[in-house]
């Protein structure tokens, strides 16, 4: 028989990870599935087999639905979505995006949740409201009651994807240093 994957989704880098009592801890190259993925602190990137990367920072709380689906119950998440993926779906308290092949960022905090597009285009739906199209640029602060109202730009706290990998890569290189230091 031929090895298959189990989940839609791999861990692949992280920084500084500390895990919540109520989620086992992971590790980089760990296959992620249906579950509830929750840091207490530090930084995760998640890639999913559907194209889509998300970098989470804790504390944060993400239920993976699929591979084309998940939701921020709380956090700060930056998605990176390609073409290939568009039509991704990102949920919070009481809000559903559609990414329609982008790159934006989210932030949930007790109930109230922000994000801001930073590149390219989403479908949003929130509460009761019609589905709009978001463009580029456009920051929008969402109320637990259903209200929503646009945010000024880079208002939203998201973490930033290119210094997982080189603060990783600070962490490994330290690590190393003082094995070396031992060592001898």
């Known amino acids: ?40 602190s530090g930084t995760a990137e998640i890639r999913f087999f559907s194209g889509a990367t998300m970098t989470v920072e ?25 073409p290939a993926a568009r039509g991704f779906k990102l949920h919070a308290p009481s809000t559903e995006i559609i990414d329609l092949g982008t790159e934006l960022g989210r932030e949930v905090r007790g109930g ?12 949003m739906r929130h509460g009761k409201e019609q589905e709009r199209v978001v463009k580029e640029g456009a920051a929008w602060d969402l109320r637990g009651d ?28 330290l690590s190393f240093k003082r094995w070396e230091n031992h060592r001898d």
Do not use: Y
């Not at 994957?5 to 801890?25: H, I, M, R, Y």
């Open 1 to 40: 028989s031929e090895p298959s994957a189990n989940g839609f989704a791999v861990l692949s880098q992280l920084f500084d990870a500390v895990w919540t009592k109520e989620t086992a801890p992971h590790q980089e190259g760990d296959s992620l599935g249906k579950e509830l993925f929750a840091l207490q």
């Open 58 to 82: 804790g504390p944060a709380e993400i239920l993976f639905k699929s591979a084309w689906e998940a939701e921020c119950r709380e956090g700060a998440v930056r998605m990176q979505v390609p």
């Open 112 to 123: 109230e949740a922000k994000f801001e597009v930073c590149d390219g285009e989403i479908a």
């Open 146 to 173: 259903g209200g929503a109202s646009q945010a000024p730009a880079g208002s939203v706290k998201v973490p930033d994807p290119t210094l997982l990998g080189s603060e990783a890569a600070a962490q490994r290189l």
